[in-house]
């Protein structure tokens, strides 16, 4: 339980500028931005996150940060994702897509660099038979 905690903290760190300036750079908005890539991935079918998924339930707004958690340092940031996949997509081939795309993404947006992407593999979706068939007639009667 004290893990889902941790992804609800949002410390801040500071990020020189030039001279006394900073730039301050929440856990959370890293996260937002890790989470908006990890979508853009095709074979993922969600994201996989306990507190975090009651939370967004309740409020009804949805989470881009759910599933991930960060560690900011200085200058860098570490990045864990947990993800679960559809079933078919080729795991290896998912998680290095979402390896680069949050590395790419984050490194972009904040000026951090991305020492680690680790991604997770909670579990695998599969679609039931009458889901399938579902899907099927849909758009024969349309």
Do not use: W
Request: aromatic residues 4%.
């Amino acid at each position: 339980m004290e893990e889902n905690k941790e992804e609800l903290e949002v410390s801040e760190e500071e990020i020189s500028v030039e001279g006394n300036d900073t730039v301050k750079i929440s856990n959370e908005a890293v996260a937002t931005y890790a989470g908006i890539a990890v979508s853009e991935v095709s074979g993922v079918y969600g994201m996989a996150g306990g507190f975090a998924g009651i939370t967004e339930a309740l409020s009804g707004k949805k989470n881009l940060a759910k599933g991930i958690r960060v560690d900011v340092g200085e200058k860098e940031a570490k990045i864990d994702v947990n993800i679960i996949v559809e079933y078919g997509a080729r795991i290896p081939e998912v998680a290095f897509e979402i390896q680069s795309r949050v590395k790419k993404s984050v490194e972009n947006m904040t000026g951090l660099k991305v020492l680690e992407v680790n991604v997770h593999v909670q579990g695998v979706h599969a679609v039931s038979e009458n889901k399938k068939q579902e899907d099927e007639e849909e758009p024969n009667e349309e």
